[in-house]
Every structure is written in structure tokens, then in C-alpha cells.
């Protein structure tokens, strides 16, 4: 495994793994349990929206998973009389991720006043309980006519090259996929590449916020080992 790139709510990474495990760990990310808003009670709504467009907007906004975090203890609460947008950040009793998430808004005299309570629920079940996305490629070696070497070089700075024989073999390993810009400068020449699959994969981690990148798919493959154990005893 080799880490390509790594943000604060992103993760790419290049590693040796059979296309069908990466796309059982991709769908285990939606088994992972995740804290969300559930239950809201409404006191006062002299906003443009109706409750159940804000119970909604507020159920979306993704809750930080602190380990403090319990079902029945958990209790978040929005009081506000202010006059303009109000954002997911004057909700308190819990670690808002984004605290720009507009929920509505409020003229001068209005009130919102609500409490709100949370469960730990799974993706597959609801998008609020999603702890964010992964999508992978395959890496591919592409063979390219030695002639085409310069203008390749340029629309690919960031891979390597190597020369073989006539030919020069461009590897696309990177997190920006340059496979189809080569194709198109090699058709564009009708000189076309030979593409070779490799046993590696592009695998690319999105957090929403709850957990981070990399205990995203960490948290998956242990669901899913988890899973696997208990087919496993089942079967015997």
C-alpha cells in the first residue's frame, strides 16, 4: 500500500487488491454505525419552512463521532431570535462538522426553538447515517509510440515514463487518471497505445466529516471480516 495523497476529509491510496474485495469494502462503508439526528421536537417555528423541511435539513448535518456519544444521553438544541440565516453551527449538545449549513432564516421578532435527539443508525438505511464515499480505478501501464514522447510528457508531468525499445511505457498511478488524455493524443495521431492492466487499484476515500478518511475504511473491513466470521460459523 502506498499513500498518494492524504487532506482532512480525503484519503488516495495505491495498493495490490482484487477489484471485487475493494468493491465489497466500498459497500461495507454504508455498515458502518453512524451518530445522526433522529427525533426533533419542534417548540417554536416563526420561520419561512415548514417543521418537517427543517426537522429534515437538520437531521442531514453530519455529527462528529466523539466517543461521548450516547443515544439516551445526547440531547442537541437550537435556540435563536436572530434575525437573518440560521446556520447548523447554533446547534449545541454535540460536534457539528459544518457549522455553514444554512436551516432557515428569521425576521426581526421570529423564533426557532427545537430539541433534537440522535441514534446510531447505518447508510444502507438512510443517507444521514452515510460516513462519506469511496470509488477506486485500476492502475493501467500504457505502451506509446516513442514519437508521441514529448507531447505525452507534457500532458502527463506528473507520472512516470519510461522508454523501451521504441516505445515509451507511460504508468498511470496518480490520483488524476491520465489514461484517456494519452489515448486521445495517440488516436489524435493514429498511432493507438496498448493498454495493459496492472494487479493494482486507485483507491480514493471521502469522509463527510463523522469519521475520518482512513478509520472510514479501516471501520469497513472490520464489518465486513465480522460479517465473513459469522457466515463462516453458520456454514460449519
Excluded: W
Excluded at 128 to 134: D, H, I, R, V, Y
Amino acid at each position: 500500500m502506498e499513500q498518494i495523497e492524504k487532506k482532512e476529509n480525503s484519503l488516495v491510496f495505491r495498493v495490490e487488491i482484487n477489484e471485487s474485495l475493494a468493491n465489497a469494502i466500498r459497500r461495507y462503508i454504508n455498515e458502518i454505525p453512524v451518530f445522526a439526528i433522529e427525533d426533533i421536537e419542534i417548540s417554536k417555528n416563526d420561520s419561512p419552512l415548514y417543521d418537517e423541511t427543517i426537522a429534515h435539513r437538520i437531521g442531514l448535518v453530519p455529527i462528529k463521532m466523539e466517543n461521548h456519544l450516547d443515544e439516551k444521553k445526547t440531547k442537541i438544541i437550537l435556540a435563536s431570535k436572530k434575525e437573518g440565516v440560521i446556520y447548523s453551527g447554533e446547534l449545541t449538545g454535540a460536534g457539528i462538522v459544518y457549522d455553514k449549513i444554512p436551516l432557515t432564516t428569521l425576521s426581526k421578532g421570529q423564533e426557532l426553538k427545537l430539541t433534537a435527539t440522535g441514534k446510531f443508525g447505518k447508510g444502507k438505511d438512510h443517507a444521514k447515517f452515510s460516513p462519506g464515499l469511496m470509488f477506486y480505478r485500476e492502475v493501467l501501464e500504457l505502451s506509446i509510440f516513442k514519437s508521441l514522447s514529448e507531447e505525452i510528457k507534457k500532458a502527463c508531468q506528473n507520472n512516470e515514463i519510461k522508454e523501451k525499445a521504441n516505445k515509451i511505457i507511460v504508468l498511470d498511478n496518480q490520483k488524476k487518471e491520465v489514461a484517456d488524455r494519452c489515448e486521445f493524443i495517440c488516436e489524435k495521431n493514429n498511432k493507438p497505445p496498448e493498454i495493459i492492466k496492472t494487479n493494482e487499484l486507485i483507491i480514493s476515500l471521502e469522509s463527510f466529516g463523522q469519521i475520518d478518511s482512513e478509520n472510514i475504511f479501516k471501520k469497513a473491513v472490520n464489518v465486513l471480516k465480522k460479517d465473513l466470521t459469522e457466515l463462516e460459523k453458520k456454514l460449519k
